[in-house]
């Protein structure tokens, strides 16, 4: 992939999950592609500055909020 390219990933979400997402990008004046790639990248950035390669429990789902 060229620098500065974008990599097309198919995505499935649930219904709950997406209308969520899409109330939030409306918030931030976001596109739904545009607040999942920002949530993705925000999620990296914590990764890296905590320094954790993977979580401590393997196979465990995290506890998400989503109701």
Not at 6 to 32: C, M
Not at 49 to 58: C, D, M, Q, T, V
């Amino acid at each position: 992939m060229p620098e500065g390219g974008k990599k097309q990933v198919p995505l499935r979400l649930s219904e709950k999950l997406y209308s969520q997402i899409a109330q939030w990008a409306e918030d931030d004046f976001r596109s739904v592609n545009g607040q999942i790639e920002y949530l993705l990248t925000e999620c990296v950035r914590q990764r890296k500055k905590n320094g954790a390669s993977r979580p401590e429990k393997l196979d465990v789902p995290p506890d998400l909020d989503i109701s």
